[in-house]
């Protein structure tokens, strides 16, 4: 898989393995998988938990979607995300949070959002990263 290569990053990736362990022992994680013939071309994460400002709400986030690139055509990407929404549901979330890179767009230029929006995801806040201290 090519994802930490293919996405932008501020730092270098690298995955804090025990704590994706954890979460997923906690039941705090989910990873749903793409295959094609038993071969691993796509995954996306669901987290679930209740929302720190909001303590009786669970609330999920969607995160880290990859989907090899022969397999971006077609409607494989959109599945994914509806199962990963899916997923949320079974968990009992009822809200669901999805972070989009706005350094990353795919070869035809268009970002994330777009397929989002028909999804019926919402705009709701800005997160702006500053880069502390020395690099």
Excluded: C
Excluded at 36 to 62: C, D, E, R
Excluded at 79 to 84: C, D, H, I, V
Excluded at 92 to 111: I, K, L, Q
């Amino acid at each position: 898989m090519r994802h930490a290569y293919e996405v932008p990053r501020q730092e270098i990736f690298e995955p804090d393995w025990e704590r994706y362990i954890q979460y997923q022992a906690m039941g705090v994680m989910h990873v749903l998988t793409a295959r094609s013939g038993g071969q691993l071309v796509g995954y996306v994460m669901v987290f679930v938990n209740p929302h720190i400002h909001y303590a009786h709400t669970k609330w999920a986030n969607i995160s880290d979607p990859y989907l090899d690139p022969l397999y971006r055509t077609g409607w494989t990407g959109m599945r994914m995300l509806r199962e990963a929404e899916k997923k949320a549901i079974q968990l009992g979330a009822r809200f669901v949070d999805f972070a989009e890179n706005t350094a990353y767009s795919n070869p035809s230029g268009r970002r994330l959002g777009v397929a989002l929006k028909r999804l019926g995801y919402e705009p709701r806040d800005t997160i702006w990263t500053k880069r502390l201290g020395h690099a």
